[in-house]
């Protein structure tokens, strides 16, 4: 189901599923134990994420803690830095920041003249956005 989906989809999911993989209806269909024993795990699953996303402050839990991942492998902005306020390393083309975890938060010249404005920190998840005008090439 999405993200978003509201109690009455999230039931009609469960149950239609439910139904498919349920380990009574595949105890009678195939003898092989290694088969119902993998039917028996999916349907553990399924009842776990039901009794999670049934109950109102489990799902809101839930949705917290899923927030927080895609917060955490997307890197949330910590802070939008001025390019004024970066160090500038002449030889490698590359500004830099200090970041509170000690790291250095680096990006490339050559990458703000493709118009990335992210830095990443060097020793942690933490990201800023770097603040910059793109210069116009008159030729």
């Known amino acids: 189901v999405p993200v978003g989906a509201q109690h009455e989809e999230i039931k009609q999911a469960y149950y239609a599923l439910s139904r498919k993989i349920h380990p009574d209806k595949w105890a009678s269909r195939t003898p092989d134990t290694k088969d119902s024993s ?22 809101k839990e839930y949705d917290q803690n899923l ?5 955490r492998s997307r890197g ?3 802070d939008e830095v001025d390019l004024d306020e970066m160090d500038f390393d002449e030889d490698t083309g590359v500004y830099s920041y ?6 250095t938060y680096s990006i490339a010249e050559s990458d703000m003249e493709t118009g990335k404005e992210i830095a990443p920190c060097s020793d942690c998840s933490l990201k800023i956005r770097v603040l910059y005008e793109a210069a116009d090439d008159y030729s």
């Open 67 to 71: 927030q927080a991942s895609q917060n």
């Open 98 to 103: 200090p970041c509170r975890c000690s790291g």
């Open 76 to 78: 949330v902005v910590q």
């Open 38 to 59: 993998v039917q028996n795990v999916e349907f553990h699953e399924l009842s776990v994420a039901w009794e999670t996303l049934s109950d109102p402050v489990r799902r």
